[in-house]
């Protein structure tokens, strides 16, 4: 039961939640396409394996398996990696150019971030309003407004 005050109440839902550990689980499911995922889950969230090794037995368990394209959609989702699905609708990409699609994705990301951090730090040092900070974000990175505002909050060490 969540601890709130009375008048917090009436605005939030006590629904039960139950929560499944990825990494570590010993479900018996009866579902291939669950059984699918969570052993792909499995692969992509153990930090022991290297990513190259870890993307290849990924794509060795999904070509062995014959894995739905749902599943992965949904692996890459849980991951919150962002791929074209279209190419994969036409036929046009398989299992390694989903995750090199998510590998880019991730380095693209990377880049996006280190390049926020230094327009963020460049303009607080030179007394930029935040306004002027989150212009130059969305100009320099071509990125929306909610993106540069989350870059703001991450890296302007200032509260909102």
Do not use: W
């Amino acid at each position: 039961m969540l601890n709130l005050p009375d008048k917090m109440k009436p605005f939030v839902n006590d629904y039960k939640m139950i929560l499944v550990e990825a990494r570590q689980n010993n479900l018996i499911l009866h579902n291939m396409n669950n059984i699918a995922f969570f052993d792909m889950l499995k692969v992509i969230l153990d930090r022991s394996i290297p990513k190259n090794e870890a993307k290849k037995k990924i794509i060795d368990y999904a070509v062995k398996h014959n894995v739905d394209k749902t599943v992965i959609m949904t692996v890459a989702g849980a991951t919150n990696s962002h791929i074209d699905y279209n190419a994969f609708e036409k036929g046009d990409g398989d299992m390694c150019t989903l995750f090199e699609e998510i590998a880019k994705e991730g380095r693209a990301e990377g880049k996006a971030e280190g390049k926020a951090e230094g327009i963020i730090e460049t303009g607080l040092d030179l007394g930029l309003s935040k306004h002027d900070i989150l212009v130059r974000l969305q100009t320099k990175l071509n990125i929306s407004p909610q993106k540069a505002q989350e870059y703001f909050a991450i890296f302007g060490g200032q509260p909102e």
